[in-house]
Nanobody, 120 residues
Framework: QVQLVESGGGLVQPGGSLRLSCAASGSIFNIIYMGWYRQAPGKERELVATISSSGSTNSADSVKGRFTIDRDNAKNTVYLQMNSLKPEDTAVYYC??????????????WGQGTQVTVSS
């Protein structure tokens, strides 16, 4: 089993910044990629950004130039730096971890979610 613990959400004014963190622990053989998704009220969960073990990143067009994802492989931790936040960024942000075990089985794990609210 793998546990994901998120932190860093909160209330921020438009134009402000927040930094989310997500640490993975447990039976980890090989993390393929880690990332962040978000879900706003009444909407489906959507990709925000992902980063592979080699550092390759992918992000939604809506956050390009404002959000940056990075990771510390030694700590199995992924970060999401969010700048120039907008009210439409308000959502519950979920950490995701895609893992391979020694038998080449693949699993997805999710964090419990952290609320980000952008409002004046």
């Amino acid at each position: 089993q793998v546990q994901l613990v998120e932190s860093g959400g909160g209330l921020v004014q438009p134009g402000g910044s927040l930094r989310l963190s997500c640490a993975a622990s447990g039976s980890i053989f090989n993390i393929i990629y880690m990332g962040w998704y978000r879900q706003a009220p009444g909407k489906e969960r959507e990709l925000v950004a992902t980063i592979s073990s080699s550092g390759s990143t992918n992000s939604a067009d809506s956050v390009k130039g404002r959000f940056t994802i990075d990771r510390d492989n030694a700590k199995n931790t992924v970060y999401l730096q969010m700048n120039s936040l907008k009210p439409e960024d308000t959502a519950v942000y979920y950490c995701n971890c895609h893992i391979r075990d020694r038998y080449w089985n693949f699993y997805d794990y999710w964090g419990q979610g952290t609320q980000v609210t952008v409002s004046s």
